[in-house]
């Protein structure tokens, strides 16, 4: 009886020929997959492997968060920072960043299709995975639905801060705040994506600009808790939820290995890469 090779299994020709076929692609197509999946030491996990431990260290240990605030709050004036005009001028230039960032993005796009016809998206995944980040991150994820519906109470709303609604601990969801509430900080996100915007900039040219747009965030990130807008998990939270958003749709639309190894294994069966 003649015999083939499939995949590493010997398969007869015969009636059983094509169950065997049919596991073996099966199996391959099971490896991709796995091959698709993040390691520990990749972005994805890292990522989310904060989310977890930080909701865990907020959830066990509350005083951090009244602990970071009450560093600001002094009673009778409350969060006085959120009055000073030049840290009320630093938490405005956010809006410009963000504007010359969106508006450096957009333009380059435009100028990519005038060119060479939308075709050239795809030689552009870099700044169209910018546009997702900012639309998904801290567009639909925070600000459409945590900040929406979670319904925590801002630092300054809280009794212990002045105000009337009792302090609820991260992931409690609440009637305390009914709109544009704590949990988590959009600024932060925002503050997040702007370090995101590294991957445009050369390798070379990213570690002489990461310390300053990593120390420009992290500070408009502070300025939220200096003014009693958030608290101290709000914010840690905000950047490792955007920071697994982001590299998730990083890892979809840019580095995408499992198309690069269905790459290899049509190069390897001799068929055209771009099938």
Not at 155 to 161: G, K, Q, R
Request: glycine residues 8%.
């Amino acid at each position: 009886m003649t015999e083939i090779e499939l995949g590493g299994w010997r398969a007869a020709t015969g009636p059983r020929a094509g169950l065997r076929r049919r596991v073996a692609r099966a199996i391959s197509r099971l490896g991709l997959l796995i091959s698709t999946l993040p390691r520990a030491h990749e972005p994805i996990a890292l990522c989310l492997t904060a989310v977890v431990m930080f909701s865990v260290l907020f959830l066990a240990f509350p005083g951090l968060d009244l602990a970071a605030s009450e560093l600001f709050y002094r009673t009778g004036a409350g969060f006085a920072l959120s009055q000073d005009p030049l840290l009320r001028a630093f938490r405005k230039s956010a809006d410009l960043s963000l504007a010359i960032l969106l508006t450096g993005l957009l333009g380059h796009l435009i100028w990519l299709v005038a060119r060479r016809g939308m075709k050239a998206l795809a030689l552009a995944r870099r700044s169209v995975f910018l546009l997702a980040a900012l639309a998904v991150g801290p567009g639909l994820i925070v600000n459409g639905l945590f900040k929406t519906w979670w319904g925590r109470p801002r630092p300054v709303m809280v009794d212990i801060f002045g105000g009337e609604a009792p302090y609820q601990p991260v992931w409690r969801i609440t009637d305390w705040c009914q709109s544009n509430c704590s949990f988590v900080s959009g600024e932060a996100s925002s503050a997040a994506w702007m370090v995101a915007a590294l991957v445009l900039v050369p390798p070379r040219l990213r570690l002489l600009l990461a310390p300053p747009v990593v120390c420009y965030a992290f500070l408009l990130s502070l300025n939220r808790l200096a003014f009693g807008g958030h608290f101290l998990s709000d914010i840690v939270l905000s950047w490792a939820i955007s920071g697994l958003i982001f590299a998730v749709l990083f890892r979809v639309m840019v580095s995408a290995p499992g198309v690069a190894r269905r790459a290899r294994v049509r190069a390897w069966k001799g068929a055209p890469a771009t099938a």
